[in-house]
């Protein structure tokens, strides 16, 4: 007896008690659509969340703050850096350090202030700096400079009220219009001497232009110099990192060596992951999105299997319906299962007959229920938004996603249902295979 | 081919403190040769039907064994009982046991979908026999739109679908008049005659037992006379 013909007598077994059935398939689908709801709030929260956290930052990269001794932090010096890198999965350290003063450029007749770090190039480029425009830095006194760096230079013989138009941005008359690569700029750093400012002038060559930020709304107007162009300045203001001395107050006490920003590169996640659990270990301090992700992703699973399961209990609930439907039909049809048994049903057949019923009900139940699903769902992530605007007066993040259902979760909810409807028939089933053939057909005298 | 040997019955009716036994069958034994038609007599409660529901796999017998030629069918469990009874033993009851809501066509086919022979298959044996019991006209008709007589030619068509070498009747003619009943039997004695199918049939009535080619007399669960019919 194949499939089809089996499906025949539950057709035509559905066919007698269509009211009955169709409730039955209402609640499941109601129950199913009511789990795939509850999970999709996590499911959506989740990668809302995930989305935020992405914003902008890399996942391939992890901050490394510092290195904690007897309960010091001391900063990340060369020493470290070496065992950094010679970590396995570790594809690059980037180490910058941030000039302490804001040295003023001059190109032609345009000057800026622009802040100034000092780059590790060789490392950058393995981390995956690119440049828009020009080459990387060769010669001690060569730099580089951020995609904004233009929008600040401005002419010098023109009144600053003039200058900025409503934006806050320069005239575009007023603009530097020539090619940045290759022109030699003044930078002037200062520093008190003997209680007078005292001017010191390095000519630099600019050799090209970073790439602009991700974000659109970020700017890089930085000038990424080198460690030469530093020590010059050093010994000029007699400071670590050119810091400035004013004449009432007394110097600085001494910086410990060390980088201010150090970054390690990775090629995937995974791997970043790995990297902050040997660096942890090592006592460093270090922070990446990808851990902050694992983190979070923890959470949601809980989260969401937590709802799953709240969410499976209404599909048992529904399953109870199922359960009494098919013993119904059971008892309905105990005559006809008599007189199959008679002429020679196997009990085994039977029994398949009424599977086949009770998962032909749960699978109907899991089609409509996603569906309704996916109504409310999409009802929910239009809805939701503009009531919880209206409500807190406050906007929601963008791409604020309340409610999202993925492949996974129906697979998760089909399979659940499937599996309660399949269970919750499998005892009348069993009771239909057990029935008494004598017993059956003597109910029709 | 069907050899009974020794066979017992009893039944406890009644709650465990006063039950009490009812022995519906004692020592029966008995030895059918094929082709033949085996008419049982007897009075009602006799036991003829728990003999026949023993042979057919309905009960399991207190004690004794039933041989089907060579197969000892008392070990059977009741799926092996169950798949046997589709190639091997047909039935024909009193009742008819058609299925309601199934069309003649439809009852008639049933044990060939069980056998689970394809749909072309099936319709040419279901039409041919449909033919051969003379109701190929009333193929769609539901089994309450047809007479008793008309009923009880479905379901030996229905037995009849499967060729089984056995057909077990349990009063086939209790429910129809004379006339009908007269038409049924000879129905039976024909698909002997050309078919070879040993038919076991039980009976109240004199005049069905002529149709028989030996008579088994059962009284309080003995058998008490067994005759040859010439
Ligand atoms: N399953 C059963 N449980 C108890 N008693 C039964 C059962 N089946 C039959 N009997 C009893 O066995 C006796 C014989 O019944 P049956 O074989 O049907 O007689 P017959 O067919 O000759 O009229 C009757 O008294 C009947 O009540
Ligand atoms: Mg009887």
């Known amino acids: 007896m194949n499939l089809k013909d089996q499906w025949r007598f539950v057709k035509s077994n559905m066919r007698r008690s269509k009211s009955r059935i169709f409730m039955t398939v209402l609640a499941t689908a109601m129950s199913v659509a009511f789990l795939i709801v509850l999970a999709s709030v996590g499911f959506g929260l989740h990668s809302t969340f995930i989305q935020d956290l992405l914003e902008d930052r890399t996942v391939t990269k992890i901050e490394i703050a510092g290195l904690e001794q007897d309960g010091n932090v001391q900063p990340i010096t060369d020493k470290e850096i070496k065992e950094i890198e010679a970590i396995d999965e570790v594809k690059a350290v980037t180490r910058q350090q941030n000039l302490y003063q804001t040295p003023n450029y001059t190109l032609d007749n345009y000057s800026s202030q622009n802040q100034t770090v000092v780059a ?10 690119e440049l828009t425009e020009g080459r990387l ?97 050093e010994s000029f203001t007699n400071t670590p990192r050119g810091e400035i001395v004013m004449p009432d107050q007394s110097q600085p006490a001494s910086i410990p060596k060390g980088y201010d920003a150090v970054y390690g590169f990775a090629d995937s996640m995974d791997e970043i992951n790995n990297i902050s659990e040997i660096l942890k270990e090592q006592n460093y301090l270090v922070y990446s999105v990808a851990d902050e992700i694992k983190n979070i992703n923890l959470v949601f699973t809980i989260a969401k299997i937590g709802l799953i ?85 406050e906007q929601l993040p963008e791409g604020f996603q309340f409610s999202s259902i993925p492949l996974s979760l129906i697979l998760i909810s089909v399979t659940i249902c499937l599996l309660v409807t399949i269970v919750s028939g499998l005892k009348p089933a069993k009771r239909a295979t057990q029935i008494d053939v004598l017993k059956a057909m003597r109910r029709e005298i | ?23 519906v069958l004692n020592d029966v034994s008995l030895s059918i040769k094929e082709g033949e038609i085996v008419a049982i007599t007897g009075k009602s409660g006799s036991g003829k039907s728990t003999l026949l529901n023993i042979i057919g796999g309905f009960m399991k017998p207190t004690s004794g064994t039933v041989h089907i030629g060579n197969t000892n069918v008392t070990t059977f469990s009741e799926g092996e009982f169950a ?23 439809e009852n008639i086919e049933l044990p060939l979908v069980l056998k689970g022979l394809n749909e072309k298959e099936r319709k040419h044996i279901t039409e041919q026999t449909l033919q051969k019991v003379g109701l190929l006209d009333y193929k769609s008709h539901y089994p309450s739109e047809l007479s008793g007589g008309q009923q009880q030619r479905i379901s030996i068509a229905r037995t009849l679908v499967m060729e089984p070498p056995i057909i077990l009747a349990d009063e086939p003619t209790g429910s129809l008049d004379s006339e009908t009943e007269a038409d049924i039997l000879y129905l039976i004695k024909e698909l002997n005659q050309e078919l070879g199918i040993t038919f076991l049939i039980i009976t109240h009535d004199e005049e069905v037992a002529r149709v028989a080619t030996k008579q088994i007399h059962i009284h309080d ?4 006379k067994e005759e040859t019919i010439q």
């Open chain 1, 137 to 233: 830095p060769e010669g001690s006194h060569e730099i580089v400079v951020g995609h904004h760096f233009l929008n600040h230079l401005a002419p010098t013989d023109v009144e600053v009220d003039d200058l900025y138009d409503e934006n806050n941005v320069i005239k575009e008359k007023f603009q530097y219009d020539e090619n940045l690569i290759g022109k030699q700029i003044e930078m002037e750093v200062a520093q008190y001497i003997e209680g007078k400012e005292q001017k010191e002038s390095i000519t630099l060559t600019i050799t090209g232009i970073v790439e602009p930020p991700s974000k659109g709304w970020m700017e890089d107007q930085k000038v990424y110099t080198t460690e030469e162009v530093l020590n010059e300045i």
């Open chain 1, 309 to 393: 399961f709240i969410g499976t209990i209404a599909i048992i609930i529904a399953s109870i319906g199922i359960y009494n439907t098919m013993t119904m039909a059971v008892t309905e049809r105990t005559p006809d299962i008599g007189i199959m048994k008679a002429i020679g049903a196997h009990p085994k057949k039977i029994k398949q007959i009424f599977l086949l019923e009770s998962s032909y009900i749960g699978l109907i139940g899991a089609v409509i229920g996603t569906a309704v699903a996916y109504i409310i769902s999409i009802l929910l992530n239009i809805t939701l938004p503009i009531i919880i605007e209206s409500a807190l007066e």
């Open chain 2, 221 to 224: 669960g003995r058998i008490v």
């Open chain 2, 83 to 105: 798949d046997y009874r589709l190639q091997n033993i047909g039935f024909i009851f009193q009742n008819f046991q058609l299925i309601p809501s199934m069309t003649a066509f």
């Open chain 1, 120 to 129: 590790h190039f060789p490392s950058e480029i393995e981390a995956g700096l």
């Open chain 2, 1 to 23: 081919m069907i050899e009974i040997n020794n066979i017992h019955q009893t039944f406890i009716l009644g709650k465990k403190q006063n039950e009490t036994h009812l022995h």
